[in-house]
């Protein structure tokens, strides 16, 4: 069995709570979302209004389109994401502004302000690695050039930054989570997105529904609508009952995954500080449940070999992303070197839950053997 580079934990607890809906008979969105919802807000200890959606790609889809833009508006985005952050803009009709990153991965503001113009409306920056330290940054130059925000924390739930849980801090705009297999906690795919604004909380509401008013509040009484009206373009984007069975038990372990992944965080950073070629993208937990673990390499011409020869010994690792800016859908007609150079030079060790201290050891043991021999 190959160590994995990312996976969810699970137990009896959520297998029980899934039979639950299934005894109960109502799979779709109901009282077990509601609750789901409910719980997240409690546990970020937010007043904002959750609304939760069948992944985290459909979160930002929505958030873009409750924003109300006009087409062909323009969203600024970093070049290493995910591409469901490019694709949630496009699919709301809008074109990704991709821009370049700084050293830790994270959006440059400095260059997204070389290439601001009138019709960027929005951004969505990202936090990699779970890191959400820039936010300040972003959110005084979108305050100053009237840019709404999306933050994409699919990375980041769970986090904190100045003691306050990532979701619930009051400069937020809009902050979108995913609960897809791999994140901090899973519902085996959903997402949620979380607003102070009403009003933009009542569109993603309602759109995830198909766009039928106000069919939120007759779901989560197990009922739903039947004379009601649509002014907008819908999508069946809802969280179900059965995935949020699934969420509701692994929110109740998210302080355990909390206390585990730091300790393998910490086993790693004592065993990197011993070889040399290679360093930790973060060096700090800074209050953060991480979801990946990036290590940077001193010569990136190095990297495939190293990649080669750890699945070569069964253990897995990836990439945290190729630049959107080289896909076909949204190649860009200039450069960005900083986005390039990232990518080049990092890669993804091993980082779950379930990582057993052999396992730690071993994916340490393998790299320092590739670089000392
Ligand atoms: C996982 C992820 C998403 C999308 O979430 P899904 O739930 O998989 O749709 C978006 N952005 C980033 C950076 C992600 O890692």
Redesign the pocket.
């Known amino acids: 069995m190959p160590i994995r580079l990312s996976k969810a934990s699970l137990g009896p607890e959520e297998k029980n709570r899934i039979c639950e809906v299934l005894d109960n008979d109502y799979l779709g969105m109901g009282t077990y979302v509601k609750t789901f919802e409910d719980n997240i807000k409690t546990y970020l200890q937010t007043s904002k209004e959750v609304v939760t959606a069948n992944?985290?790609?459909?979160a930002?889809h929505i958030a873009v389109e409750a924003l109300n833009l006009n087409k062909g508006d323009y969203v600024a985005v970093p070049s290493i994401?995910?591409v469901?952050?490019l694709q949630a803009i496009s699919a709301a009709g809008m074109i990704p502004l991709i821009c370049d990153v700084k050293d830790n991965g994270f959006l440059d503001v400095q260059d997204l302000d070389k290439r601001i113009h009138s019709k960027v409306k929005a951004v969505m920056p990202?936090h990699?690695a779970s890191s959400s330290n820039d936010m300040p940054e972003v959110y005084d130059y979108a305050s100053s050039k009237k840019l709404r925000v999306i933050e994409?924390a699919?990375?980041s739930f769970g986090c904190l930054r100045n003691d306050k849980k990532v979701g619930a801090q009051s400069e937020e705009d809009i902050v979108c989570f995913?609960?897809?297999g791999i994140?901090n906690i899973t519902c085996g795919?959903?997402?949620a997105l979380l607003t102070s604004d009403k009003e933009v909380a009542k569109i993603a509401a309602d759109v995830r529904l198909l766009a039928v008013e106000n069919d939120t509040s007759a779901r989560f009484q197990q009922k739903r609508s039947w004379d009601f009206d649509v002014k907008r373009q819908g999508y069946r984007y809802h969280l179900s009952n059965t995935h949020a069975a699934i969420g509701i038990e692994q929110l109740k372990k998210i302080e355990t995954f909390r206390a585990k992944k730091a300790h393998i965080f910490a086993s790693y950073l004592s065993s990197l500080s011993k070889i040399d070629g290679v360093k930790p993208l973060l060096n700090d937990l800074n209050n953060m449940i991480p979801?990946i673990f990036v290590i940077e390499l001193q010569h990136a011409e190095r990297k495939a070999a190293l990649r080669e020869f750890l699945l070569k010994n069964d253990i897995q690792s990836g990439e945290h992303y190729k630049p959107n800016h080289l896909l076909s859908f949204y190649k860009t007609d200039y450069e960005l070197p900083k986005a390039m150079n990232f990518y080049k030079r990092h890669l993804s060790i091993p980082f779950h839950a379930d990582l057993t201290d052999n396992e730690v050891e071993a994916v340490a043991q393998k790299i320092s053997e590739f670089f000392h021999g």
């Open positions: 992944t985290g790609t459909s930002l994401t995910y469901a952050s990202v990699y994409d699919a990375h995913s609960f897809d994140k795919e959903g997402g979801h």
